[in-house]
């Protein structure tokens, strides 16, 4: 099984580079923005609560998105490896993400952190906001909320990892064909 945790701040292209991968890789996608969204689309009151939070830019609690997860892993015990896209995103949840796979005799390979300029990020996360329909991209504030959030919980994740040699930074800017071509030759020596 080959796990792999694709990291960056919010609007890094993660979601974006996500589809390509799993396209390439046949891993299974585990978003926890995407099932957090599912939920608020379904009224299901796990996502009537999470909206409130997601629309000021804060994080959902820990519990939440660790069951999530989860439930999503039970879910597919046939997969060759997982991609976790926006998880975990603070201490606690990596710990979590640890022992879960641990149940499950495997680990995560490599955490693949995406670098980009904050300038980029709100930039970028403007502009979805423009045809999104995804009510904490069109204002700048909860933009810039969402990325305190990261350097405040989120950043720290990934000095988890480190302390396991687990982590390598790619440059999240340029075309998406580039970067996808460097988080592929990382992917490639470890697979
Ligand atoms: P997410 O859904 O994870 O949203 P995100 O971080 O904003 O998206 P992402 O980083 O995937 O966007 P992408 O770069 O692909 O989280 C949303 C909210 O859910 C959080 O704020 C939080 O409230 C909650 N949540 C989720 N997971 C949680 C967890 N584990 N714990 C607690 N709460 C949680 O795309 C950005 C834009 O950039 C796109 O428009 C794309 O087209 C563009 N783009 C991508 N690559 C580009 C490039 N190379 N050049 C130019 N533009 C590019």
Known sequence: ??????FGPPGSGKGTQSEKLIAKYGLKHLSTGDLLRSEIANQTPLGVEAKKLMDKGQLVPDEVVIGMISSALDTNPEAKGFLFDGFPRTAAQAEALDKLLELKKTSIAVMLALNVTE????????????????????NENVIRARITEYHNKTAVVADY??????????????????????????IDTRI
Do not use: H, Q
């Open 1 to 6: 099984m080959f796990n792999l945790i694709l």
């Open 119 to 138: 300038e980029e990020l709100v930039k970028r996360l403007m502009k979805r906001g423009e045809t999104s329909g995804r009510s904490d991209d069109t």
């Open 161 to 186: 990892y480190k302390n396991f040699d687990k982590v390598v930074m790619v440059k999240g800017e340029g075309t998406v064909n580039d970067i996808f071509s460097s988080l592929s030759a990382e």
